[in-house]
C-alpha cells in the first residue's frame, strides 16, 4: 500500500471509530432512556430545575431519584445530599445527571467529579440538551445533544445525537412507541402534574418515541451541518438579546440573567412574572415560564422558577415581536397598560 492508501485508509478507521462511539436518536429521551437500562441505574442525582420530560422518563423506568438545588450563581449545583449519600457506601448503581440552566454550561469536568466517582458515584451523566451545540470536550460517561421541539438547534424532523465514552454501556434497545401514551403525558405535563409521578403511573417508555429508522439524519450529516447552523442562530441571537437588553437593561424592577444563560432564550426575573406572562399572552404574543421545581426544598430553583420570564429569541422572532414584548413588560411591571402590540 502507498503512503497515500495508507493515509486515507487510516482516516477512514479513524472516522469509524468516532462515529462508533456517537450514538443517534429519535429523541434525547431514548438515548437516555437506553442508557439507564443498560447499565442497570437505580438511582439518578439531578438539579430540581430539570426538564419535567427527564422526571417523566425516570418515573417510567421506577428508577429513584434524588434532586438537588441550584447555587446562588444558577450554573452549579449544591452536591451536599449526593456526598451524604456516597457517604453511606450504598451498593446503589447511582448517576449523576448534570442538566445546564438555560444552557450555560457548569463549571463541573473530569478533575473536579473525581471525587464524586471515588466516593461511588457510578456515571455521570452531562446533559446539554438546552446548551449551544459543540461537539467538543466529552468527560462524562455520556454526554447528550438534542434538536427538538424548542432547543437551540431545532430540526423539522427533531433528533438526537449523544457521544457514548464506553460502547460497552450502551445499546439500543426497542419499545413500542403509542402517540396515544405519549399525548397522555404531554397533557398532564401542560397541567403541571408531578412530572415523575406522571411517568410512574404510565408505567413504561410507550410514550417516548424510539423510531430511529424514521429519521433522515446521520451521524456524518450532524457532525458537519449543526456546526453551521450554530453560527447562523448564534448570529440572530445576538442581535435580538441586544434589542431585549437594550430595552429592558435599564429598569430596576428587571435583572438579567449573565449573557451565558441567554443563549436559549433571553431570560429575565421579575416579581410578578405570571402576571406579566399573562399580559404578553393577551396581546397575542408569547414567552414561556420554565420549569417548575417539585421539590420545595431547593429554594434557589423554586425562587428561579417563580419570577422567571424566558423571551424568545429564535430564527422565527423579528425585531418587532422583540419590542412589543419588551412593551408588555415595561408597563407590565410599572402597572401600566401597554401601548404597541404587533
Ligand atoms: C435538559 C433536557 N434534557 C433532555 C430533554 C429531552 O429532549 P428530547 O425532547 O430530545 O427528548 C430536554 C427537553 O427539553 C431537556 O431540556
Redesign the pocket.
Known sequence: MGPLLLTSRAKEICETLVASMYVL?S????I?GNFLICNRIQKVFLPAN??P??YALLGSLDIKVQTLDLTPNLRNLNMRPLKNFLAKNSNEVTALLL??TYGALSDFNESNTRWLRTAGLTYIID?R??CIPKFENFWADLT?F??????FIQLNQ?G?VAFVKKPSTYKRLSWKYNKKSYEVVDQALRRHHNPYTVGKNIGNLSW?SNEEEKLNLSVDWILKTIPILVEQTLEKKIILNTIYRGQLGSETEIDILDDRFNFWRFNILIDDSALVLKKIFNAGLFASDHYRTYDRSCQISTDLSKNVINLFNGMTQTKEFCLACCDIILKGTKGEKASKVI
Open positions: 436518536g429523541r434525547a429521551l431514548s437516555l430539570c426538564c420530560v427527564v442538566a445546564h446533559d440538551c438546552l447528550l438534542s434538536f427538538g421541539y424548542s432547543k427533531s438526537a417516548v
